[in-house]
């Protein structure tokens, strides 16, 4: 008997370039004896990760996730449903089509569709934390204050037509209006990692977020440790200089950014702060954030 996947990909990620090789794709898996069953996400509340989670029902070991961040966010999910059930999820494949990418690009994923379907059909995985917030979970990345909720207010056809520079536009375009917030940051034994006037925090499962590669330059996806990026108030001035060194990757020496590792966080602030899970909307302060360590399994390369 084949093995069976469930592919769920997004027709609108990206360019939407994907449906042009949705047949390739199938058929790639098919040669390697895979049996396909395919899901085109819907814009309804809850599509995506029902879609996931109904997959070990359906007979699937894998789930194969085809777009940006939003995508696979929706699709782990799901699949962290069934762990929370004392299930052991499907493997979980990742072909990066959305205009942003950055867990595959830290999992040196490539962008060529054919290339990701045959790490998969070859096979190799590697276990992977997961991080958790209440009853939702995150893979790379969780955040709140400055650009935080960019992702959420680009219109799609400027991300389709100008891609990641999108972002950064409409960063640029609140940047003036911009007010620090008031943040504290514990360490699950009351420890105080940071507290201060804030502009940006991060808490990150891997180790970039928005094309900027090594934001947190010792996180690894399966040392059961989450990072602590925060970013105090500082002038216009400082703040473009400390933007260079992020470029750069110098920030960690910066005496405005604060880095910490632990496997879990107590961050308290304005319930009003917009934050952000993997570039979908995400809760309201305060947070109780941990991580499930090797909670799920990913087809990788032989690295």
């Known amino acids: 008997m084949p093995k069976r996947m469930k592919l769920i990909y997004n027709p609108e990620a990206g360019v939407g370039a994907f449906r042009r090789h949705l047949d390739r794709a199938i058929a790639i898996f098919q040669q390697g004896g895979w049996q396909v069953l395919a899901h085109r996400t819907r814009e309804a509340p809850g599509d995506t990760a029902d879609a996931a989670e109904a997959a070990l029902a359906e007979g699937c070991s894998a789930v194969v996730a085809v777009g940006g961040d939003g995508t696979l966010h929706q699709v782990i999910n799901g699949l962290m449903r069934l762990s929370a059930q004392a299930v052991t999820p499907p493997n979980l494949g990742i072909i990066p089509a959305g205009t942003a990418n950055d867990l595959a690009s830290f999992l040196r994923l490539p962008r060529d569709v054919e290339a990701c379907c045959r790490i998969i059909v070859e096979g190799k995985t590697r276990p992977i934390d997961v991080g958790q917030l209440g009853p939702r979970f995150f893979l790379n990345v969780a955040s709140g204050g400055l650009m935080t909720d960019v ?51 991060l ?92 909670g799920l399994t990913v087809f990788s390369p032989n690295l």
């Not at 999108?166 to 940051?185: D, G, M, S």
């Not at 990026?229 to 001035?237: N, Q």
């Not at 899970?277 to 947070?287: A, H, I």
Request: hydrophobic share 40%; proline share 7%.
């Open 151 to 201: 992702s959420h207010k680009v219109a799609q056809p400027l991300k389709h037509n100008i891609g990641k520079v999108a972002y950064y536009l409409k960063a640029l375009e609140k940047l003036p209006e911009f007010r620090p917030f008031a943040l504290t940051v514990e360490t699950p034994e009351g420890a105080l990692a940071y507290s201060g006037e804030t502009l940006l925090f």
């Open 203 to 294: 808490i990150m499962n891997g180790a970039g977020a928005g094309s900027f590669t090594t934001l947190a330059p010792s996180a690894k996806l399966d040392d059961g440790l989450l990072d602590l990026l925060a970013f105090r108030a500082c002038s216009i001035s400082e703040f473009v200089g400390l933007f260079v060194r992020v470029l750069q990757g110098e920030h960690i020496r910066s005496p405005l950014v604060t880095y910490h590792q632990a496997p879990a966080f107590r961050i308290s602030g304005s319930p009003d702060l917009e934050t952000d899970l993997d570039g979908e909307v995400g809760p309201s302060l305060p947070w109780e954030i941990g991580v499930c360590h090797r």
